[in-house]
């Protein structure tokens, strides 16, 4: 047990315990985990106890003395409490709500101030290793433009204000959003989560240009990135599934999350 990296999960819903069932199932050998914290204590008690090895389950304010790296599994609007309580304890802090980022400004200065470590998990982003390597260079624009299914905008505060109603879902796409990748982190926090992971990998927020369009003809989120580099040019396109247990889930999150763990762990790392 003292050679294996102790894992907390901060948030025990659909993606927290898809990664415990990996992690309980010993997908990730090096790896253990150790810890969980959710809003609803009780009710992660319960799921917790369907593992074979049970976490112990704990408030966030006591989950960094149990784990070593701490998988941030909840909401943007959660991320920036959760990583004050991981970062101000000296810890490391996967993130997959990066679209909370912007919420917390100086979080880079706070974990280097605490001695913490940020790794974000790129989820349904395509080709950001590609990315960042263009970024070593000069990067001229990036563009992203994403398709999402409108029975997943229905609840969208921004939709309804601009007077969208995808009750019924429209017979073409719509284009619902245009403007930088910080303005649509604003507009819609639980999507675009993608928008920021691109925008700290390669341009900053202002300059990343962001199209969101409600498409009634796709199973899930497709995300297509055109990137203009001095380099390279770089055409990606991801085509996500949801989840079977939540469809506004992507089932790629999970996955991510064990592959930014694997790289911490692993003794052979591909991609840099």
Not at 50 to 56: D, G, T
Not at 220 to 225: F, K, L, P, Q, S
Request: with cysteine.
């Amino acid at each position: 047990m003292s050679t294996q990296t102790r894992i907390g999960l901060a948030g025990f819903g659909t993606v927290g315990q898809d990664v415990a069932r990996r992690l309980d199932g010993g997908a990730l050998p090096g790896a253990v985990l150790t810890a969980v914290t959710a809003r609803d204590l009780d009710k992660a008690r319960a799921n917790a106890a369907a593992l074979k090895s049970v976490p112990k389950v704990v408030p966030l304010a006591e989950l960094a003395r149990h784990a070593d790296v701490i998988c941030e599994c909840a909401t943007a609007g959660a991320l920036p409490e959760i990583a004050r309580a991981v970062l101000g304890a000296g810890r490391t802090l996967v993130i997959v709500s990066a679209g909370g980022i912007p919420d917390f400004p100086d979080i880079v200065d706070y974990a280097r101030a605490h001695g913490g470590r940020i790794r974000i998990a790129s989820g349904a982003l395509p080709g950001l290793d590609a990315i960042r390597g263009a970024n070593e260079g000069h990067i001229r624009s990036v563009k992203l433009r994403t398709q999402l299914r409108p029975d997943s905008l229905v609840k969208e505060d921004y939709i309804r204000r601009q007077g969208f109603d995808f009750t019924t879902p429209p017979k073409e796409p719509v284009k619902v959003f245009q403007g930088t990748a910080g303005e649509a982190a604003a507009a819609f926090p639980r999507h675009f989560n993608v928008a920021i992971t691109l925008s700290l990998g390669g341009i900053g927020f202002e300059r990343t240009q962001v199209e969101v369009w409600a498409d009634p003809t796709v199973p899930g989120a497709i995300h297509n990135v055109e990137v203009d580099a001095d380099d390279v040019g770089l055409t990606l396109q991801s085509r996500n599934r949801p989840s079977a247990t939540n469809p506004r889930t992507s089932r790629m999150v999970a996955p991510s999350i064990m592959a930014a763990l694997r790289s911490m762990v692993a003794t052979l790392q591909v991609g840099s």
